[in-house]
């Protein structure tokens, strides 16, 4: 994926590659600016302009998306891939109840009559935790707090029960409780619809809970894959365990805030990206090949794949 500048094109998303199995949950995890959101948002061919998608495959239910036409897209979004997007006071429109933003898309999507589809909405908020749907759907989005106006997303994102949801940052600006509430909710109802959920998120805490594989990125590429217990338990690339060294834990004791183990540096600007490995600025690892050399993906066992040149990778120059 491709960004136009002054200086050229910026390549923000770079042979990005993940699968997501049926009813599987995929963690898409990494810092702020790894391409995270994007990735999601292309799957959805949302890519805000003047991004473009420039080459490559999105294959969902054995199509390539990137063959279909706007009216062929817009007939999927909504109906077999959804999305909860990260901030649900920015995707609901301020102006429409809640009940003509929800009925609107069981009208375009499944021609439901007016009563059958306010039934659908009834129970679909019900179980999203919502009560006195009559009420709320009469409602605007700025008379809801942010946790029920997350839910509504959720209810919103599932009420054509979608093959893949995907999840964007769904805990954002919410307070502890709230997230916990909203992640049990999105796993409970991605099993009781049998979904497949692609969970963007920075926070390693949320994919360990949620997630069934984890992929990592970093300035736009992905640098591991793996079953997310494994991966949790004996990550291979540098950037992950770095990642997870980052996190605060319980079972250890802190003395300072500047006793937490951080990340040195920054990650790069995508506008002028380091030769070799992206990640090698900031690699305690690093060697003279990782800053001319890029690896490529290798699979080193039950499909656990990790781009590194210390771990198998074949390198080709950048």
Not at 126 to 137: E, F, Q, S, W, Y
Not at 229 to 252: I, K
Request: aromatic content about 4%; hydrophobic content about 45%.
């Amino acid at each position: 994926m491709d960004f136009p500048s002054r200086a050229g094109a910026v390549r923000a998303i770079d042979d990005v590659a993940f699968t997501v199995g049926r009813q599987e949950t995929l963690g898409l995890v990494g810092e702020s600016g790894s391409g995270k959101t994007l990735s999601s948002l292309a799957v959805l061919r949302l890519v805000p302009p003047p991004a473009r998608i420039v080459a490559g495959r999105i294959v969902f239910e054995g199509q390539d998306l990137l063959t279909l036409n706007s009216a062929q897209m817009a007939a999927l979004r909504g109906r077999r891939i959804a999305m909860v997007f990260q901030n649900p006071a920015y995707s609901l429109n301020p102006i429409l109840s809640i009940g003509a933003q929800l009925t609107e898309i069981l009208a375009w999507h499944e021609k439901l009559p007016r009563r059958a589809a306010h039934d659908h909405i009834a129970e679909l908020l019900r179980l999203v935790g919502i009560t006195d749907a009559p009420a709320r759907l009469r409602q605007f989005p700025h008379e809801l707090s942010g946790g029920m106006k997350q839910r509504i997303c959720i209810a919103r994102a599932l009420l054509c029960h979608p093959a893949l949801l995907l999840a964007d940052e769904p805990t954002t600006n919410l307070d502890v409780t709230i997230q916990a509430q909203i992640l049990d909710l999105l796993q409970q109802l991605k099993d009781r619809f049998a979904t497949s959920m692609i969970l963007v998120t920075h926070d390693m805490g949320v994919v360990a809970r949620m997630a069934d594989r984890i992929s990592v990125m970093y300035a736009g590429t992905v640098c591991e894959t793996g079953n997310a217990a494994t991966l949790l338990r004996s990550p291979l690339h540098p950037y992950t365990r770095a990642l997870l060294e980052s996190m605060p834990r319980a079972d250890r004791s802190y003395q300072t805030v500047r006793s937490l183990p951080v990340i040195p540096g920054r990650i790069p600007s995508l506008a002028d990206p380091p030769a070799g490995c992206r990640f090698h600025p900031r690699c305690p690892e690093a060697e003279a090949d990782c800053r001319k050399l890029r690896p490529m993906p290798v699979t080193l066992g039950s499909g656990h794949v990790v781009s590194c040149l210390k771990r198998g990778s074949q390198g080709v120059l950048a």
